[in-house]
T-cell receptor
């Protein structure tokens, strides 16, 4: 069975500082990996995805993530945090049937 | 506008009421999903429909009853709910259930059971 672990349920970053959200997964098959963002009182919005090919993927709003098979990781980064990045972020992996398995989420707070 | 529309956005209901949540997508997707999102808990997949046929029911209590009359519409009928059913209910769709491209989510219905 697939599983996703997000390290840290809450992350606080200063405006302009690096954002780093960690995600590790377990999968018995080559995974498809996703990051979603959820703003207050909204649904989940796809930030970026890895399916095949280049292991460094770029998404919306300046975010990117790198698939590292040897580390079974798919960490999300953004070089410079903006106040509008305050939200909850979910890492997800598909299982063998293609259904998404979500991590528990990481709440990001951006301080001035 | 995400392409998946959920109504109502907010719903307060008593434990003896019957209500329905509606989800609509015009993305041409063949699969639709109901998720439950409770505070401090991971997203819980409730139901999966593919081409209007239910393909998964993750041990959801019978007080939740899904309906998929066509590939564009999905309903969640609610009756005799409990306070612990209060949560954000999210609908999502995808091209099909073997999906490498992710899901499109609606904005959710915030349900409060009193």
């Amino acid at each position: 069975a697939q599983s996703v672990t997000q390290l840290g349920s809450h992350v606080s970053v200063s405006e302009g500082a690096l954002v780093l959200l960690r995600c590790n997964y377990s999968s018995s098959v080559p995974p498809y990996l996703f990051w979603y963002v959820q703003y207050p009182n909204q649904g989940l919005q796809l930030l970026l995805k890895y399916t095949t090919g280049a292991t460094l993927v770029k998404g919306i709003n300046g975010f990117e993530a790198e698939f590292k098979k040897s580390e079974t990781s798919f960490h999300l980064t953004k070089p410079s945090a903006h106040m509008s990045d305050a939200a909850e972020y979910f890492c997800a992996v598909t299982d063998s049937w293609g259904k998404l398995q979500f991590g528990a989420g990481t709440q990001v707070v951006v301080t001035p | 506008e995400t392409g998946v529309t959920q109504t109502p956005r907010h719903l307060v209901m008593g434990m003896t009421n019957k209500k329905s949540l509606k989800c609509e997508q015009h993305l041409g997707h063949n699969a639709m999903y109901w998720y439950k999102q409770s505070a401090k808990k991971p997203l819980e997949l409730m139901f999966v429909y593919s081409l209007e046929e239910r393909v998964e029911n993750n041990s959801v209590p019978s007080r939740f009853s899904p309906e998929c009359p066509n590939s564009s519409h999905l309903f969640l009928h609610l009756h005799t709910l409990q306070p612990e059913d209060s949560a954000l209910y999210l609908c999502a769709s995808s091209q099909d259930t073997v999906e490498a491209y992710g899901y499109t989510f609606g904005s959710g219905t915030r349900l409060t059971v009193v």
